[in-house]
């Protein structure tokens, strides 16, 4: 079965204390997989796509990398305003093209105090 | 405006209501999707759609969830016979081609009493 897990599923960190989120996925052939932020009451915001293992992303204090078997979101010297869930998700890989949806994990909730 | 526009925001219900959400992606986007999140949760896919096909309804939890979008832009997601357990924030997202990168919706938060 296809499964994605996120971890941990609560992160508090000091403003400016570097830290990282891990997504662990179980997939019969992966296309890509994608970080996302949520606000409370929001809907989810595209960060990154990741292709390939190896493979890395950057935006301002945020990077994202990618293995075979994992990703991981650094979040280095972080904000208040970084506070938010990020949630990772994976499009699959079905014969002969991609399968539309995507399958998300539960989310970190990452607070971050000034 | 230019984002996802959805809705009612904000639904409640009785048990055994029908219900319609309204999701109004941005233009010229061809893919849109419905999932449901629920507290604690990621989003759960629902449905894919192609243009006004459904490319994909693996998700629906069953016959009373139906959606059509007979134009190709404005999708509506419809629920018969509401249970509790339906109780959920609906998110719409849309996108130029089925590659993962959705912009989503704010949601419609529906209760089912």
């Known amino acids: 079965e296809d499964q994605v897990t996120q971890s941990p599923e609560a992160l508090r960190l000091q403003e400016g204390e570097s830290s990282s989120l891990n997504c662990s996925y179980t997939?019969?052939?992966?296309?890509?997989l994608f970080w996302y932020r949520q606000d409370p009451g929001k809907g989810p915001e595209f960060l990154f796509t990741l292709y390939s293992a190896g493979e890395e992303k950057e935006k301002e204090r945020l990077k994202a990398t990618l293995t075979k078997k994992e990703s991981f979101l650094h979040i280095t010297a972080p904000k208040p305003e970084d506070s938010a869930t990020y949630l990772c998700a994976v499009l699959l890989k079905r014969y002969g093209g991609s399968q539309g949806n995507l399958i998300f994990g539960k989310g970190t909730k990452l607070s971050v105090k000034p | 405006g230019a984002g996802v526009s959805q809705t009612p925001s904000n639904k409640v219900t009785e048990k055994g209501k029908y219900v319609e959400l309204r999701c109004d992606p941005i233009?010229?986007?061809?893919?849109l999707y419905w999932y449901r999140q629920s507290l604690g949760q990621g989003p759960e896919f629902l449905i894919y759609f192609q243009g006004t096909g459904a490319a994909d309804d693996s998700g629906l939890p069953n016959d009373r969830f139906f959606a059509v979008r007979p134009e190709g832009s404005v999708s509506t997601l419809k629920i018969q016979r509401t249970e509790r357990g339906d109780s959920a924030v609906y998110l719409c997202?849309?996108?130029?081609?089925?590659?993962?990168?959705?912009?989503f919706g704010e949601g419609s938060r529906l209760t089912v009493l």
């Open positions: 997202a849309s996108s130029l081609r089925s590659t993962g990168e959705l912009f």
């Open positions: 997939v019969s052939g992966l296309r890509g």
């Open positions: 233009s010229g986007h061809t893919a």
